[in-house]
T-cell receptor, first 116, second 112 residues
Framework: DAGVIQSPRHEVTEMGQEVTLRCKPI?????LFWYRQTMMRGLELLIY????????DSGMPEDRFSAKMPNASFSTLKIQPSEPRDSAVYFC??????????????FGEGSWLTVV | AQKITQTQPGMFVQEKEAVTLDCTYD???????LFWYKQPSSGEMIFLIY??????QNATEGRYSLNFQKARKSANLVISASQLGDSAMYFC?????????FGSGTRLQVQP
């Protein structure tokens, strides 16, 4: 089975530009997560969706960040305008089922973003 | 608030030996899950092992086992017979509800 698919794998962009990261969760998974990883802050949850509905976006850094999940097989994380401090690895992850603590969360390979 | 602590920034182990990576957690919840992930230098996050708070037996997955001590709130990962390919960052994480909270990670280096 295909895992979580993210694109692009790598992106270098100039400050002020819009960045859109894309994610396709594992088929049948109804929870989707966006995480950010930096050296300073480690892995942070930005937002998660359940059945395409945003449940908790308290980790979204500021209004420049937005996330959507128009259907069960696609989500985007958008940064507009981007800043150098947004440089990080952005992971998308998905899991199935209910809030049971036993449902494993599977990660994509990450999108490595560099804002210059 | 829940918190995950990994006190070992880096660990070295000789090939074929066993190694224990420490993880302690803090939560007031009764139901939670504990996970370990491996992140090799290529960057992907690979799920290794899971332990539920109500599980009485320690979880095992091949060469990985989880030493779960609920009263002490610890969930240490034990890797037996280390291999060179085990060199990576290892993250402990706790799940309450749907999302994971991660520790800061331990970098393991396996030496030949």
């Amino acid at each position: 089975d295909a895992g979580v698919i993210q694109s692009p794998r790598h992106e270098v962009t100039e400050m002020g530009q819009e960045v859109t990261l894309r994610c396709k969760p594992i088929s049948g998974h109804n929870s989707l997560f966006w995480y950010r990883q930096t050296m300073m802050r480690g892995l942070e949850l930005l937002i998660y969706f359940n059945n395409n509905v945003p449940i908790d976006d308290s980790g979204m850094p500021e209004d420049r960040f937005s996330a959507k999940m128009p259907n069960a097989s696609f989500s985007t994380l958008k940064i507009q305008p981007s800043e150098p401090r947004d440089s990080a690895v952005y992971f998308c992850a998905s899991s199935r089922g209910t809030a049971s603590s036993g449902n494993t969360i599977y990660f994509g390979e990450g999108s490595w973003l560099t804002v210059v | 608030a829940q918190k995950i602590t990994q006190t070992q920034p880096g660990m070295f182990v000789q090939e074929k030996e066993a190694v224990t990576l420490d993880c302690t957690y803090d939560t007031s919840d009764q139901s939670y899950g504990l996970f370990w992930y491996k992140q090799p230098s290529s960057g992907e996050m690979i799920f290794l092992i899971y332990q539920g708070s109500y599980d009485e037996q320690n979880a095992t997955e091949g060469r990985y086992s989880l030493n779960f001590q609920k009263a002490r709130k610890s969930a240490n990962l034990v890797i037996s017979a280390s291999q060179l390919g085990d060199s990576a960052m290892y993250f402990c994480a706790m799940k309450r509800g749907r999302a994971l909270t991660f520790g800061s990670g331990t970098r393991l280096q396996v030496q030949p």
